[in-house]
């Protein structure tokens, strides 16, 4: 069965540092991996998606398949970054299942 | 557009009684997910729907927990009895034909609370 873990429940960072949330998975197939945030009193939606390969609100995600690990990256926080964020992986071959890890809160302080 | 729409928002209940949440999904969404999220924990999938049919029900709790989606459209998830432990936030999602599995569109949640 897949996992995907999430090892920091909360991050604090200030605002203008860098922000690395990191995120593991196992699963033994061709995973699809995604970045779902969720703002104060917003629902949780969609960031980006591996497969796209693109740096949505300047956050990127590489897949690393050799350590199973889907990391998302900003530069420099800001501080409208403060959220919720969970990584999720799709497998189509595991009956098409959305797994998400546990998440971690983002806080950027002034 | 209009998003995924959830109602109630809150519910407060006594253990043991009935409680029901229901789903609208995005337009021409044909795929329709219920989730349970706990307190501190990220979503977990109960059951998923390909227009009118559940097509993955295995982490649904069939003892107390049933949902249907008549005519394949709006939908709707059932608890009877409520226990403490069902106290959580319940996630409606949606997605369209032809997109990958893992892009989803999420309701503001039902909030329940089991005293």
């Known amino acids: 069965a897949q996992r995907v873990t999430q090892p920091e429940k909360l991050l604090s960072v200030f605002k203008g540092a860098p922000v690395e949330l990191k995120c593991n998975y196992s699963?033994?197939?061709?995973?699809?991996l995604f970045w779902y945030v969720q703002y104060s009193r917003q629902r949780l939606q969609l960031l980006l998606r591996?497969?796209s390969r693109e740096s949505i609100k300047g956050f990127t995600a590489d897949l690393n398949k050799g350590e199973t690990s889907f990391h998302l990256k900003k530069p420099f926080a800001q501080e409208e970054d403060s959220a919720m964020y969970y990584c999720?992986?799709?497998?189509?071959?595991?009956?098409?299942?959305?797994?998400f890890g546990g998440g971690t809160r983002v806080l950027v302080k002034p | 557009e209009a998003g995924v729409v959830q109602s109630p928002r809150y519910k407060i209940i006594e253990k043991k009684q009935p409680v029901a949440f229901w789903c609208n999904p995005i337009?021409?969404?044909?795929?329709l997910y219920w989730y349970l999220q706990n307190l501190g924990q990220g979503p977990e999938l109960l059951i998923r729907y390909e227009n009118e049919e559940a097509v993955d029900d295995s982490q649904l709790p069939k003892d107390r927990f049933s949902a249907e989606r008549l005519k394949g459209v709006d939908s709707t998830l059932k608890i009877q009895p409520a226990e403490l432990g069902d106290s959580a936030v319940y996630l409606c999602?949606?997605?369209?034909?032809?997109?990958?599995?893992?892009?989803?569109?999420f309701g503001e949640g039902s909030r329940l609370t089991v005293l």
């Open positions: 337009s021409g969404h044909n795929t």
């Open positions: 999720a992986l799709y497998a189509q071959a595991a009956g098409n299942k959305l797994t």
């Open positions: 699963y033994s197939g061709s995973p699809e």
């Open positions: 591996h497969i």
């Open positions: 999602a949606s997605s369209p034909a032809g997109t990958t599995g893992g892009e989803l569109f």
